[in-house]
């Protein structure tokens, strides 16, 4: 990689490079910093991938960016080559000596392409597929490795038996000379095929760390539900799947009743306690045909299949209901925070043109419960030209 800092070179990567891989073990660089050289096959193969992992480490270190699925896809982006937009944001950026920050990087995906979740999926599926191949090819050059080396060990002890009893010496300092030479390809084949086992446990910890990652990227901490990117997969997902098994589906849009008041009366810290209530109300409804989602502030996503409309608006309502009935008191000054409610609007996802529409017309309905008086769940009515632009599933 070809630096932009001149103290790039100076930082360490070797313990961002163990995290990454669960190597980092001192024994595996030699005296002088030198990767070992075992053979000819297994070099290239490691040192790709331990460069690439190199520049990552020292792109992020030299901008002092943290670790998180977006630094680390931004980075393996940059450093591939790919969606030639952002690099060159990032030049332009570098050139004009302005800090790399996380901030500036999240603001120009949101200006390059808008749907930074798709991006970030993207470059982590990239990602996926390099370590997957290198996995493959890891196991193949151990098979060989192993199977060169048992052909090459049942040849060694036959070549010492080459030499006849009345051979001249020079005939047999040149078998001894040729043992030797035999002997030391089969320790170095055997080196060779334990430092493929490792890469190969090496590659399969970094993609154990690549899933984690990933589920990382599709959770909302505070609730421990998934986050909007989560519920954007799913429900592509799930529209696709209940258009061609007929079944019905309906999504609403729940938002906490005078958040803000929460808020600024009692604190962030009562305010996420509400946050977590409220999802777990809802998170009680949540089952393999419910999925339940935070999509942002004090909203949440319910994406409920195989329901009809009005089955899927009792069984929100039930948990509103419920919520209602609740009395919270904030813990810190033992001042009653009282009734939290939310409000909802539910769509018929297959009453509208498409998926987007269906959640436009659940948004719009959401408004309305809140302009009629909170603490209610409505029910998206399509116009009559959503009507007629919408294609209803066949049972």
Not at 169 to 183: K, N, Y
Not at 201 to 209: D, V
Not at 280 to 308: K, M, N, P, Q, Y
């Amino acid at each position: 990689m070809t630096s932009h800092d001149p103290n790039l070179s100076k930082r360490p990567s070797r313990g961002l490079l163990g995290w990454l891989t669960g190597a980092g073990r001192e024994e595996d660089v030699p005296q002088g910093g030198q990767a070992a050289d075992t053979s000819g096959v297994l070099d290239p193969l490691r040192l790709a991938r331990t460069q690439l992992l190199a520049d990552i480490a020292d792109f992020l270190l030299a901008h002092d960016l943290e670790i998180n699925p977006i630094t680390l896809g931004v980075a393996h982006n940059y450093l591939n080559g790919g969606d030639g937009s952002m690099t060159r944001s990032i030049d332009q950026r570098i050139q004009s000596r302005q800090p790399l920050t996380l901030e500036w990087i999240e603001l120009i995906l949101r200006e390059n392409g808008g749907d930074q979740s798709e991006f970030l999926n993207r470059l982590m599926n990239r990602l996926e597929s390099n370590i997957e191949a290198f996995d493959r090819t890891s196991t193949a050059a151990k098979t060989a490795a192993s199977e060169y080396g048992d052909a090459l060990s049942a040849h060694v002890d036959g070549l010492e038996e080459m030499k006849p009893a009345n051979a001249p010496v020079e005939t047999g300092e040149l078998v001894q000379e040729l043992v030797s030479i035999a002997r030391t390809m089969l320790e170095r084949t055997a080196s060779l095929e334990k430092d493929m086992a490792r890469s190969m446990l090496e590659t399969r910890a970094l993609r154990r760390s690549l899933e984690q990652a990933r589920r990382s990227a599709e959770e909302d901490h505070l609730t421990g539900l998934p986050n909007r990117r989560a519920f954007e997969h799913r429900f592509t997902s799930e529209f696709a799947a209940a258009r061609d098994a007929g079944d019905q589906l309906a999504v609403a849009f729940c938002d906490i009743d005078n958040f803000k008041r929460i808020n600024d009366e009692h604190g962030h810290e009562a305010g996420d306690r509400v946050l977590r209530n409220v999802a777990s109300a809802l998170t009680r409804i949540s089952d393999d045909r419910c999925h339940v989602a935070r999509h942002g502030g004090e909203e949440f996503v319910v994406l409920l299949r195989g329901r009809s409309l009005h089955q899927a608006w009792e069984l929100l309502d039930d948990a509103r209901a419920a919520l209602a009935e609740r009395r919270m008191v904030n813990r810190a000054t033992d001042m009653p925070i009282g009734k939290v409610t939310f409000s909802a609007g539910i769509a018929d996802v297959f009453s509208f043109a498409d998926s987007r529409a269906a959640l436009r017309a659940a948004d719009r309905a959401l408004y309305r419960a809140k302009a009629e008086g909170r603490n209610r769940v409505m029910v998206a009515e399509p116009t009559p030209e959503e009507r007629a632009r919408s294609k209803p599933i066949t049972q």
